[in-house]
């Protein structure tokens, strides 16, 4: 198994950027007890989109997570507050130096 980094960028409708983000967290504590969420975090960019940063142990666990209830409800609960669906991106580490710094 390879971890598997996930950024997940999401553009909030003019005005509701707070509510959005709101919404994000509710489910983060469900996420974090699923099988091989290394890290589950949302952030505030400065170009005024939340993006969530994953890391999961393998891609087995990535998708049985893509494929579980709180994405689900998730993506139900942001419908509104959304200009689209969020842009996905999985990333791989190509690690380089001290084990702590040179992979995510």
Known sequence: MSAVVVTA????????????????RRGIETVHTE???ELYSIHDAEDGTITMIEKWSSVEELDAHGDGEPVKTLLADIEELVESGPTVTRMYPLPRGAAEQGAL
Do not use: N, T, Y
Not at 9 to 24: I, N, T, W
């Open 9 to 24: 960028v999401f553009h909030p409708r003019e005005g509701r950027k707070q509510e959005l983000a709101d919404a994000m």
């Open 35 to 37: 099988s091989g969420c």
